[in-house]
């Protein structure tokens, strides 16, 4: 007999999601052993070809791009990112749709069913949910981004086909250390043996190397392996065995994107007895995906950019794309991250671009107030030299303030970038009325 409080297959989606927030006692419970056992039960096998991807930064563009190529190229494609940016929906997609509250209420369902008395947390059961989901769409192919780190993460029960590392940097280091070569470790652990495993980090660290070569994986090394020249029409990617040339530049926006696409040719090269995808399908591919948030530009003046850099290593990138856009006579910033991020290290990277900034409160266990966050980014400002202007600061009860704060005081040539957390691009794209 079920728990009262368990909800049923037909109640909606947000009573179930409210449910499973409060199902464990532990937000974050890395470890494979609980997921393991519901997931055998589940029976989530699947002939699909499977894509693991992780990474610090760049995973989300990694899977757009390889859902958009498959697409294109007439397969069957079930794609699963975290964390969504405005509904909880878009975390599963097939065939380019997100997944509708009645496909992922019965997965819940099932999940729920499955389990029996084993704890699992929000990440973990929505997890084998999208798996189960999966599991019953006849797939040609399955991209998973992985959550945190990669070893201990719910993702990992699944065995790649390929999987792609994107890049190693610095984040989550209460969970997955606080040296690149830490982190590099746990991320390896999605390599499987005689499995591709590409990594396009320039300069990845030796416990990833490490760690492939120990299980015997294929290892595919930007600039070993793959790579890519490009002049300012088109690009071109070069990999072991094959060569696409005269390519557009990717509809996603931004320096790092060449090597995100790098790394999902270079995976599509390492599958292509599996999954051939010829060059047009590449093509069209790159030019359609897309993913909201990823120096994503509004049209209209003021120029407004949103960018869910959170952290120092996606902030340097953010700063690098910044600089290659047009001149702005005054950058406007509305700056929210949640307490345990790294608040010094990413206003470090943004430097002396931003001359307004408006830090708006996020709500939650790891919100902080705009106050406390304003007062840490004026300690983490580089000084100021006799000729600059010191950067203006304000604290706001929350995004939706912060955004109007900088609409009313930027001029029309001027910019606005949003960015930081998830959660405060989610509330801007509401506040700006484009939360589709």
């Known amino acids: 007999m079920s728990n009262p409080q368990t909800p049923q297959v037909s109640d909606s989606l947000s009573t179930w999601l409210s449910y499973l927030e409060h199902l464990h006692s532990r937000s974050i419970d890395l470890g494979l052993e609980r997921v393991r056992k519901v997931a055998d039960r589940l029976g989530l096998a699947s002939s699909a070809v499977k894509i693991v991807v992780g990474g610090t930064n760049g995973k989300g563009s990694t899977c757009a791009m390889l859902e958009a ?76 981004e992985v959550g945190l ?23 989550h280091m209460d969970w997955l250390g606080d040296t690149r070569e830490l982190i590099g470790f746990e991320k390896a652990h999605i390599f499987r043996t005689g499995k591709p495993a590409i990594c396009s980090d320039p300069v990845p660290p030796q416990t990833l190397l490490d760690h492939a070569a120990a299980i015997g994986a294929d290892l595919w090394l930007f600039g070993r392996d793959f790579n890519y020249s490009g002049d300012r029409q088109q690009w071109g ?14 509809a996603l926006r931004g320096a790092n994107q060449l090597l995100n696409a790098s790394a999902a040719l270079a995976a599509l090269e390492s599958l292509r007895d599996r999954l051939p995808v010829p060059q047009q399908a590449v093509r069209v591919g790159l030019s359609q995906a897309t ?64 001359d307004h900034w408006y830090c ?10 705009g106050q406390v966050l304003a007062d840490r980014v004026a300690a983490a400002l580089p000084p100021v030299g006799k000729e600059d ?48």
């Open 149 to 171: 780190g990669g070893r201990l993460d719910a993702v990992n029960i699944v065995d790649a086909d390929c999987a792609i590392v994107t890049s190693v940097d610095l984040d």
């Open 360 to 369: 708006p409160t996020l709500v939650g266990p790891r919100g902080v107030t």
């Open 69 to 144: 190529m498959l697409l294109a190229a007439g397969y069957k494609v079930g794609v699963y990112t975290s964390p969504h940016l405005i509904h909880f929906n878009e975390r599963a997609r097939v065939n380019g749709v997100s997944a509708s509250d009645a496909a992922l209420t019965a997965a819940f369902a099932e999940v729920e069913q499955a389990r029996g008395d084993t704890g699992l947390t929000y990440f973990e059961f929505t997890t084998l949910a999208v798996l189960r989901l999966f599991a019953g769409q006849q797939l040609d192919a399955i991209v998973l």
């Open 237 to 250: 990617f070069g990999g072991r065995n094959q060569r696409r040339n005269a390519l557009a530049y990717p």
């Open 291 to 354: 993913l909201p948030g990823r120096f994503q530009i509004l049209p209209g003046q003021p120029t407004i950019v949103l960018d869910v850099a959170h952290n120092p290593h996606a902030a340097a990138v953010l700063a690098q794309n910044l600089d290659n856009m047009a001149y702005f006579p005054y950058t406007h910033a509305v700056f929210g991250m949640l307490d345990d991020k790294d608040v010094a290290g990413v206003v470090a990277r943004m430097g002396k671009r931003i």
């Open 389 to 436: 202007e010191a950067a203006t600061l304000a604290a706001f009860d929350d995004v939706a303030a912060a955004v109007a704060a900088a609409q009313k005081r930027a001029g029309e040539g001027d910019r606005i970038v949003i960015f930081g957390s998830f959660l405060t691009v989610a509330a801007a794209l509401t506040a700006l009325g484009r939360a589709h």
